[in-house]
């Protein structure tokens, strides 16, 4: 590896399973000027790790490692800025297809540029897992897989005829093919490597694995001991093409566990404490590290489910160390000697391997959880942090009932259901689904709910006939050993059939209600509720006609299919009644440890890994029969509503328009607290009615073939009109109305936010959006900025950020701003029809300057607000004045 700097003489060979390897070694520098760096957190000796092998005195300097080194002084409240090179990039279809759009986009733009488009090219490696396509249109019998798979490859041919052309037109891209499993488990359990190699000039450079994900729970493979986090987007792009992530050195917050888990507690209830204790400490923007002696009673997929849930509780990441525990599940997957040996050999030498008995490293703030403690629980209505005891859920279920959901004195209320012989109710399950990402890749909470599914059947137990009940799993792993463990019978006589492999519920492919159903909730304006197994229940999400979501365990996924309502409490009222006529209790089916302990040893088998993943990218007969078109770029189809060359590029030159102030703009949105990425770019149904419903039909769509927002977002045109759809989202300009609507001024007129973009637009009129705390929770979802952009809008200004958004709206060249102090846009009395004016962004502008917002009111009032700039760093403030990352990619690369 041809490098020009080592200023602290870390490099040094390594000797492992008989190979030499080339590394940057931590205790060399240590000794060489880089006192004190063994008391590092795991985690930021990765960030060490990875600037000593990068620093070439310009991208990184030796005064950027020293800053790693003083982190142990101010324990990452410097604000240093860093240039951090992942060792891979991890996507999934939903956000992969506009990444790879935008690529081909690219290409094309370089061609215009006069440039060589094959410059154009991913540097690092790029997986692709496709995952988010498949929906559960199909249910509750053995024939919903095979149906919903076809019912896939009809609705997303465009697609995976473009995502093939990727894969033969771009190097060091590959593609995992439909039906193999969801990105995140594909990625823990065959693709990350704990440590990554490369060969470079003769040499074999060992290093740790790290990556970043175009989705937000990337973070699980954290538990594998890989640094890993979900960007947007685009960055995930200018990352594969050789751009550094920039980035602040994070804070550390360490999370101290004690003690095990009690018998009848699942990881997914430890995990929704953790979420919730985390929320409540406030950890955006940071790392978080779990350590303690607890985590000798974690299984790796246990660690697993706490790092997915990262995003949840608005960390960067939650990152577990290397230890016998993570050597023991990479020889269970049917990882190579030789790799194996490299890891605990690596580790070891690094100071990167955990090992009870030593010393803790240093934090910048300490949490701690006796795990004995954690109780049964769910989270819920609509938020992952709320986290609500098993014994309290029939109580804050009819809380919300009475306060969030307006229906007081109707928890009782029973209603007619066409065609059947039952009727529903508020709190009624309508959906309960085990769903991948979160749980499917732990065995222990999969094996759970087979067994209590057979203990129910047993006692002559059923779901009820409202509940649409689904499995899909994460990977074809888990199908192995639920039907070698004879658990899948059991879970189909509960109606749980496989379904498919990949996000389904979770991320709002949960497919319609029977119609019947449907129409019994929408008449009668019935809050029905959602158990699920996944991450994610935000408004809106999981299915229009569900109000209430709740995440849970797969074992009372399974529950609260048979007792049907959320009205009942799990803790102290039966199920059901029995065959034998007698009430059957959820503690009366419950699995113990010992036996899912005792499943889990005879039926999940290295060799079961082996055998899934020996030709993981060949994909079945449906993916081999896609026809692939060739070149080096790619030949767009003007009537293809699925893929459309973005006019990001349109009449680009070498050098950049400068950039100008903010004036006279009008207000496009006046939101509240928590607006998720959901809410500004769904990912679900497409409505009729809607702005994109009527592009679709004037493109002689049928309804039942617009599929969802998250397979079209390779075609602008659906995405912009979708850009504050979500049929939830407030806007408090129309009073908290629901629905992506909103007011066109001077004259007040109200109408789709879409519509009103592009009024504003013919009129020459620039906007601004205001909102509360945490605008951008949620997945890293890159079309919540690329909509913004589009529509118009200049600056958003917010009480908080969360992280990915922030960075993805300074990607496309918006501007974030946020109130100092206690203002708000309520504080200071804002309506919406007031104009505008921020100056200072043309010129010398500083990251995390202050700006004045210049407030003229409807009245002629003038107020001026003092915002700080959210623009954090130089490099994000070059990529703003290039109009965003990709341009400034472009440009680079084409100069």
Known sequence: MTKSVDSFSSRRTIVAGGKTYTY????????????????????????????????????????DI?????????????????????????????TGVPAVVDLAAMRDAMVHLGGDPKRINPLVPVDLVIDHSVIVNFFGNNAAFGKNVEEEYKQNQERYRFLKWGQSAFDNFRVVPPGTGICHQVNLEYLAQTVWTKTEDGETVAYPDTCVGTDSHTTMVNGLGVLGWGVGGIEAEAAMLGQPVSMLIPEVIGFKLTGRLNEGITATDLVLTVTQMLRKKGVVGKFVEFFGDGLDHLSLADRATIGNMAPEYGATCGFFPVDGETIAYLDETGRTDDRIALVEAYSKAQGMWREAGTADPVFTDILEL????????LAGPKRPQDRVLLSGTKEGFLAALEGEFKKPGEAAKRFAVADADFTIGHGDVTIAAITSCTNTSNPSVLIAAGLLARNAAARGLKSKPWVKTSLAPGSQVVEGYLNASGLQTDLDALGFNLVGFGCTTCIGNSGPLPENI????????????????????????????????YLASPPLVVAYAIAGSLQIDLTTEPLGTGSDGKPVFLKDIWPSNQEIAKFIRENVTKKMFQEKYADVFK?????????????????WDAGSTYVQNPPYFEGMEMKPEPVTDIVKARV???????????????????????????YLRDHQVRPQDFNQYGTRRGNHEVMMRG??????????????????????????????????????????????????KEYGTGSSRDWAAKGTKLLGIRAVIAQSFERIHRSNLVGMGIVPLVFQGEDSWQTLGLKGDEIVTIRGIEGDLKPRQTLIAEITFADGTIKNVPLTCRIDTLDELDYFRNGGILQYVLRNLAA
């Open 24 to 63: 940057y070694s931590l205790p060399e520098a240590e000794k060489n000027g880089l006192e004190g760096i063994s008391r590092l957190p795991f985690s930021m000796k990765v960030l060490l790790e990875n600037l000593l092998r990068f620093e070439d005195g310009r991208s990184v300097t030796k005064n």
């Open 66 to 94: 020293i800053a790693v080194k003083d982190w142990l002084v101010n324990r990452g409240t410097a604000e240093r800025e860093i240039a951090y090179r992942p060792s891979r990039v991890l996507m999934q279809d939903f």
């Open 370 to 377: 006796d795990i004995s403690s954690v109780l049964p629980s």
């Open 518 to 549: 449907s129409e019994a909730i929408n008449k009668n304006d019935l809050v029905a509720g959602a158990v699920i197994s996944g991450n994610r229940n935000f408004e809106g999400r999981v299915n229009p006609d569900v109000k209430a979501n």
């Open 619 to 635: 994909g079945d007969s449906n993916w081999q029969k896609i026809a692939v078109p060739t070149g080096e770029t790619y030949a």
């Open 668 to 694: 496009m949105g006046l939101f509240l607290d928590s607006i998720t990425t959901d809410h500004i770019s769904p990912a679900g149904s497409i409505k009729e009615a809607s702005p994109a419903g009527h």
């Open 723 to 772: 850009t504050f759809a979500n049929i939830r989202i407030k806007n408090q300009m129309l009073g908290g109305k629901e629905g992506g609507f909103t007011r066109h001024w001077p004259d007040g007129t109200e109408m789709p936010i879409y519509d009103a973009a592009m009024q504003y637009k013919a009129e020459g009129v620039p906007l601004v959006v205001f909102a509360g």
